[in-house]
């Protein structure tokens, strides 16, 4: 009998969830032109208006995408060679990142210098400086700025390679409990606020890939997780039974985050070793409840909603993700110049940040050498019949 929740080979849940989480990524960004917390640029309405809404995706909206990556991973390791899938995937990967520091990121750290050091040269004669590796702003250059995650997923997916064989002969007595019972809603937690505060302070986040261990340590695990539970049923049973829990846990813990960070002294130090430990346990509370309710909710609903709009994001999400922050700091950056009223100011950013991405991505896609500058097949229709990338 075929398991009510058996994982098919192409995974529209988690097509439309890989979609939703990066365009959740996209606004987040435009989020950070006004908020307090450091961005390459800042709005002149920059305030705290919005940071608690901020903070309902801040805690994982990024590991999830790192599951889902892992979970892809699986798909396409399973179908290919391992020397085939190497390459495909690095194919995949290092011309968007090479193209998009020598490239696509300039602007940001052009504009950026702009704004906070008062650099008042063109961007050409910027770039002649950008472009040697060197510190001239105190800042390194060339960067890789967002698309850190295309450079992390570079070394994982080698990892993975040689890993993977190994996790598959995982006995299922024990995988079984740890992905699809009451197991999965506690261990993870437990491990993510073990590493926020005995890690974390040791590693603070840097996205430079060689002392990123807190970083790693969450995300690779993420990686992992994703690849180890693509084809285990169950996994997908259980986040549906629980999504309602979840999701309620998860926005509980929200609440509880906000209550604390609003009423806490700003600085760490000034906190009690208690309520740090309990601002952690409520952060990844909600970082793990809303993952389990994203997998939930998706598998239950999406896993069968196929169609052109599907089809077409699937391939356009990551020319949208290496364009993206480009535009919204060249964009913010001349609109905070014209002295407009803020909701004007954010609705002009995020509708001329969509443009960009349908424009970028409909302009490579149509000249095939181009393609694989925005990470996609030369073929296009193979790209079309292929797992989430």
Same mark, same amino acid.
């Given at each position: ?157 080698? %990892?993975? @390679? !040689? +890993? ?5 002969? $995982? ?5 079984? =409990?740890? &992905?699809? /019972? ?64 979840? %999701?309620? @846990? !998860? +926005? ?5 985050? $906000? ?5 806490? =002294?700003? &600085?760490? /130090? ?64 001349? %609109? ?18 969509? &443009? ?34």
């Amino acid at each position: 009998m075929t398991h009510p929740y058996a994982i098919p080979e192409r995974r529209v849940d988690l097509d439309w969830l890989r979609i939703a989480a990066f365009g959740l990524l996209i606004l987040y960004h435009v989020g950070m032109f006004y908020v307090t917390w450091g961005f390459h640029v800042k709005s002149s309405h920059a305030s705290e208006a919005i940071e608690p809404l901020m903070l309902l995706t801040n805690p994982w909206r990024l590991l999830l995408l790192f599951i889902i990556s892992g979970v892809a991973t699986r798909f396409m390791l399973d179908k290919l060679p391992v020397r085939t899938f190497l390459g495909d995937r690095m194919w995949r990967l290092a011309p968007p990142l090479v193209f998009g520091m020598l490239v696509i990121v300039a602007p940001q750290t052009y504009f950026e210098i702009v704004q906070k050091q008062g650099f008042d040269g063109t961007i050409w004669e910027f770039y002649s400086q950008y472009l040697p590796p060197s510190m001239t702003w105190g800042l390194i250059t060339p960067t890789w700025n967002h698309l850190w995650f295309v450079a992390y997923l570079i070394p994982y997916t080698i %990892l993975i @390679a !040689g +890993l993977g064989p190994l996790m598959k002969r $995982i006995p299922s007595q024990l995988a079984a =409990p740890l &992905a699809s /019972g009451p197991l999965l809603l506690a261990l993870p937690v437990l491990y993510l606020v073990a590493l926020r505060l005995f890690l974390l302070p040791l590693f603070p986040t840097t996205h430079a890939l060689t002392d990123d261990w807190y970083n790693h340590a969450e995300s690779f695990a993420g990686f992992c997780f994703g690849y180890a539970i693509a084809r285990h049923a169950p996994f997908f049973a259980y986040v549906v039974r629980v999504r309602w829990l979840a %999701l309620v @846990a !998860g +926005l509980t813990a929200w609440i509880a985050l $906000i209550t604390l960070y609003t009423t806490l =002294p700003e &600085a760490p /130090g000034d906190r009690t070793p208690a309520v740090q430990v309990a601002a952690q346990l409520a952060r990844e509370i909600q970082a793990w409840g809303l993952i389990l309710a994203a997998f939930g909710f998706a598998h239950k609903h999406l896993a069968g909603r196929d169609g052109p709009i599907r089809r077409y994001l699937t391939e356009a999400i990551f020319p949208f993700y290496i364009i993206h922050q480009t535009t919204i700091v060249a964009t913010g950056f001349w %609109l905070d110049k014209q002295g407009l009223p803020v909701l004007l100011e954010a609705a002009l950013l995020i509708t001329l940040t969509a &443009a960009s991405c349908l424009a970028f991505h409909e302009f490579i896609r149509r000249v095939p050498p181009l393609r694989p500058l925005g990470g996609l097949k030369l073929n296009p229709v193979r790209a079309s019949r292929t797992a989430t990338a």
